[in-house]
């Protein structure tokens, strides 16, 4: 058996540590990375070792040894522009950061034209243990590819997908019920949507709760006051411009994200219609830390739930499934606060 040198102690590498302990290399290494195969006695004298000699697995030995790649992978198509999106790098700071404290990273590809081909080279070359899947589509085929590829999946949203995944969502056609409520609570009877676009999972759920509360009041929901499109600023504006522009125009406004809302604030600036006094409005916040919708003129009444706080859990469930975890044990739909603020007023009178 190889001693290590008593005096100075000097940080060793797999083969000097398992020679010490006199063990294999392929037992230190599943010791330390939690394979249940190695007995409790023998992962203790392994830690306990590995910590007195400062040994740190590189990439490359703990990949070799526990088959696994240590990262997750998250791929978007380069016509999404999602790197300049603060929603999903909020969500990926999340990610990322969650991750890094299990010493497992973040692969983000580019999918180049042909998201298919970068998933099918990604399980080819074993580069990464788990996909997360983002924004997805009401029925969205990249489950069922990723499926056959065998690689596990966790999904931030819902799809429709017959087939098993893991997902973290929030309550999406709850929060817009319920903040279709209030403003019909306060009087209003012209409430318009300006939502995002209707083939992800998110927006159908949304428009779903807006009408649904409507529906139930005896309010009409006419399609001229449920709009959709990318969730921008510049969007917002054409959108509200549009309502704006009916007779009779809507007295309140939900946007589905913070940016429309923005829009939307602008393009009643330019016709003379004063927010939180003849227009009321309420948008979703994301908790970005660029933009607080209580330090907006006036302060914007929201449903509020935090993308960063969502990565962080898409992390802490993807690892859960990568060491072996059923993913229809990880099905969680979140709730969303509702944040009253001086947006909201009753309709104007008359």
């Known amino acids: 058996m190889a001693c290590v040198p008593a005096g100075r102690i000097e940080a060793v590498n797999l083969k000097q540590l398992s020679e010490h302990l006199g063990l294999s290399q392929t037992t230190v290494s599943r010791a330390l ?6 007995g409790e006695l023998t992962r203790k ?33 380069p016509d999404r522009n999602l790197l300049l999106d603060p929603i999903f790098t909020d969500f990926l700071g999340g990610l990322a950061g969650r991750s890094a404290e299990e010493e497992t990273d973040v692969l983000v ?33 990249r489950i069922g590819l990723l499926n056959r590829l065998k690689l596990p999946i966790v999904v931030h949203g819902r799809s429709h997908s017959p087939l098993p995944f893991a997902y973290l969502d929030i ?36 428009s779903r709760g807006w009408r649904d509360a409507l529906i139930g009041r005896g309010i009409p929901a006419p399609a001229d006051y449920d709009l959709s499109g990318p969730m921008t600023e510049e969007v917002g504006y054409r959108l509200a411009r549009r309502m704006f522009d009916l007779d009779p125009a809507p007295t309140a406004l939900l946007c589905s994200s913070i940016f429309n809302a923005l829009g939307a604030m602008r393009a009643a600036r330019d016709i003379g219609r004063v927010i939180g006094r003849d227009l009321s409005l309420i948008a979703h916040d994301d908790g970005l830390a660029a933009i607080r919708p209580e330090t907006l003129t006036p302060p914007l009444t929201t ?30 739909v979140w709730p969303v606060d509702l944040v009253f603020r001086g947006s909201t007023v009753p309709p104007p009178a008359g």
């Open 33 to 38: 990375n939690g394979f249940p195969e190695v």
């Open 45 to 77: 004298r392994v830690v306990e070792a590995a910590e007195r000699f400062q040994y740190r697995p590189n990439a490359s030995a703990r990949k070799l040894a526990t088959g696994r790649a240590g990262a997750i992978g998250i791929v978007f198509a």
């Open 109 to 141: 590809s580019s999918s180049l034209n042909d998201e298919a081909g970068t998933y099918r080279r990604l399980a080819r070359v074993r580069s990464v243990d788990a996909v997360v899947l983002s924004t997805p589509s009401v029925d969205d085929a």
């Open 171 to 206: 309550d999406n056609e709850g929060a817009f019920r319920k903040a279709t409520g209030l403003l019909a609570d306060l009087g209003h009877r012209r409430i318009g949507l300006i939502n995002g676009d209707l083939s992800y999972t998110f927006a159908m759920h949304r």
């Open 303 to 332: 449903t509020y739930s935090s993308i960063r706080s969502a990565g962080v859990r898409v992390a802490e469930i993807a690892m859960a499934i990568i060491a072996g975890a059923d993913p229809a044990s990880h099905h969680e």
